[in-house]
């Protein structure tokens, strides 16, 4: 092994001198991590999915980089390495911290999280997780990207490198991949400010209905789903919508046969969607008269389905991480050694100088000062604060370790983030139940600890596909490692902004009462209720087991017929409206694959123009939707004089309008399929 490594060849010589840590690539990279932090936060609190944006950044960074501010090849690598912090970020904040809004309820009404649901709050957290994210990295890049470069292939840190490498000889990917960004943007602007095109097209049977009460069938029909299906392929996308078909299809209408209003209405009491059964209206619209809801489906789907779902998801997470345990073990082992393997030779080459361990150390100490002194943490006592910070750290490097590796093996999109998360949560809950701290008030400081190891993982995992890319091309660890921590808190700047925009309610919203945003349909934020969940059940020994178990069994049943449980739980635990684009989005991939392979053509990779074109729509979908919610709280009135839903809906019918928006996402599906088969 040590052989092979002694062997293998950068594309730039270490003995080459090049513009690499410039001022120009850091702006560019803080620039592109704040465009795709907010994308990936703001598909996460829609859809509890995000994508990576190593790739699309890295053909960017050659199109404007390389063609306007006429970067180098490690400028770009820098440029994309600074970028990808963003979005990593984004994910471990926008799957965690929303769970603040749904702790327990406080006396005055409000969770008792909600406080600390600010935007300081949000920044430190999320630039905590980032730095440690990439401080415990540094002593792992030897073992893991120089040692193992034979073993670990970390599949988008190699498709960066080629990306970059294709770039510096020429190579064209930007046209297909601005084509999806621009095609996307437009959809956009015609289906959110103009409402040409229906939102969420759907059609529901009647609660009265003998054999088949409250079935629903719908899609939110985006962009950014259609490409997000695409890019995961038929196989996981079609695991995903099994899960909501189960939900919505089975398990509602059933529950919708046999359960009361009058049951259901109790229930979604006991969970906080409802006040009281003498109080009519609300989202769901309850009728204490005649005791039914106009919703039946989504009453259900909140009362029931969503607690089975997230016992489907935690379980199914948990078995990700366990059959990850030969791996973690071997991780741990090699992270032990690396730490004896310091760098003291100050000739060391260019492509092997780390930032010195001396800097971990005292990183490590300055993150666990600052959650002792910090008053944004969560505990009144020095002593809650310290042992805030020690499991920080300790799981900190553990779960670093785990997901560097998993991702050298099978990329950062299938990282059992939410099951490292999960097992945080569950350890620290047990914790804090051995010395005593049990109930509501000790909910907040158990988040802070997941919330840390979620960023800090979901950090570490793009910082390995980051460190692969570098070594491949020849970039200094050193400089990439700083662009990370840059990236890191930059990104941090702009995410706490965008989630506390996006949780801002509209004048209509406020007038229902609905103060955040943030948990309702618009933003149902999936991760962030179930940790909740789980943090509430754990520390109040109140967790609604009945249903949870019923989610657990059925994760643990897909997974013995040999199906990535985890995929199905998410499904199950989505609505059926996100994950049914998000199918299309698979099936046309799947398609685009099997033509080709019937035409003797490679299959559509991740460098293919499906695929970029793809990139495109997820990026170009996401962004519109953020600057577009962003243009909803400022300008809801302007927006509602210019739509058009009102004057289609008399002129087509409800009926007819939501199929013009289906036929024009048709027409999408059509474009990408178009272009994802047209030859070089």
Not at 3 to 26: G, L, N, R
Not at 168 to 182: N, W
Not at 213 to 236: D, H, K, N, Q, W
Not at 267 to 274: E, N, R
């Amino acid at each position: 092994m040590q052989e092979s490594t002694h062997q293998f060849k950068p594309y730039v010589s270490a003995d080459t001198k090049m513009a690499e840590f410039t001022i120009k690539s850091v702006i560019l990279g803080g620039i592109f991590g704040i465009i795709f932090g907010a994308a990936n936060v703001y598909l996460a609190l829609k859809a509890g999915l995000t994508v990576s944006a190593s790739i699309p950044i890295s053909v960017m960074a050659i199109s404007l980089g390389r063609k306007l501010f006429k970067t180098t090849i490690l400028e770009n690598n820098i440029i994309q390495t600074a970028g990808s912090a963003g979005e990593s970020i984004a994910s471990g904040v926008a799957f965690t911290l929303p769970a603040f809004l749904f702790l327990s309820i406080a006396e005055g009404g409000k969770s008792v999280g909600a406080d600390y649901f600010n935007y300081l709050t949000i920044f430190t957290l999320a630039a905590m997780g980032g730095i440690l994210g990439t401080l415990m990295m540094i002593p792992l890049r030897r073992s893991l990207i120089v040692k193992e470069h034979g073993n670990l292939p970390y599949p988008e840190g190699t498709a960066c490198a080629s990306v970059l490498i294709a770039g510096e000889k020429g190579g064209d990917f930007s046209k297909t991949a601005y084509q999806g960004l621009g095609f996307a943007i437009l959809y956009a602007i015609f289906q959110k400010i103009f409402n040409l095109i229906a939102a969420v097209p759907a059609w529901t049977t009647q609660q009265t209905n003998k054999y088949f009460p409250s079935a629903t069938v719908s899609g939110e029909i985006t962009p950014e789903y259609l490409g997000v299906g695409y890019i995961i392929g038929p196989r996981i996308a079609g695991v995903l919508v099994a899960g909501g078909v189960l939900a919505s299809l089975a398990l509602i209408p059933l529950l919708a046969f046999l359960v009361p209003g009058e049951t259901v209405a109790t229930q979604l009491i006991k969970l906080g969607y409802m006040k009281d059964l003498v109080t009519a209206g609300g989202d769901l619209g309850w009728n204490p008269i005649t005791k039914t809801f106009e919703d039946t489906a989504s009453a259900i789907y909140y009362a029931y389905v969503r607690q089975i779902g997230a016992g489907a998801v935690a379980i199914g997470g948990l078995m990700t991480l366990l059959k990850s345990i030969p791996t973690i073990v071997r991780s741990f082992k090699e992270s032990l050694g690396s730490l004896n393997d310091r760098q003291t030779d100050a000739n060391v080459s260019r492509t092997e100088r780390d930032l010195s361990f001396r800097v971990v150390i005292i990183g490590s100490v300055i993150l666990v000062l600052l959650i002792l002194f910090m008053p944004q943490i969560p505990s009144s006592t020095l002593l809650g604060k310290l042992l805030i910070g020690i499991l920080v750290i300790v799981f900190g490097f553990f779960f670093v370790t785990v997901s560097s590796r998993i991702v050298g093996l099978i990329g950062s999109s299938s990282n059992p983030i939410s099951g490292m998360t999960i097992a945080t949560l569950m350890g620290t809950c047990l914790i804090f139940i051995s010395v005593g701290w049990t109930g509501k008030l000790f909910e907040p400081m158990a988040l802070v600890v997941g919330a840390i190891i979620c960023i800090a993982a979901a950090n570490a995992g793009a910082t390995s596909q980051d460190l692969k890319t570098g070594y491949i091309i020849g970039a200094t660890p050193k400089y990439q490692q700083l662009a990370l921590f840059i990236g890191a808190v930059v990104s941090s700047v702009v995410i706490g902004a965008t989630i506390k925009m996006l949780d801002t309610p509209t004048e209509a919203a406020l007038r229902e009462g609905i103060t955040h945003t943030i948990g309702t349909k618009a933003f149902p934020a999936p991760q962030g209720t179930l940790m909740a969940t789980l943090i509430r059940g754990l520390l109040s020994f109140n967790l609604d087991w009945q249903f949870v178990l019923v989610g657990a069994f059925l994760s643990i049943t897909i997974e013995l017929c040999g199906v990535n449980a985890l995929s199905f739980a998410v499904g199950a635990y989505l609505p059926l409206s996100t994950t049914l684009p998000i199918f299309v989005g698979g099936a046309i991939k799947g398609l685009v694959d099997w033509k080709m392979k019937k035409q003797g053509r490679h299959e559509d990779d991740e460098l293919g123009k499906g695929s970029l074109f793809a990139t495109g729509l997820v990026a170009g979908g996401a962004v519109a939707g953020v600057l577009i919610a962003f243009a909803a709280v400022l300008f809801e009135k302007q927006l509602q004089a210019i739509s058009w839903q009102t004057s289609l809906e008399k002129a087509l019918g409800h009926g007819g309008y939501q199929l013009l928006g289906t036929a024009l996402f048709a027409f999408m599906g059509l474009v990408l399929y178009r272009i994802a088969m047209k030859k070089e």
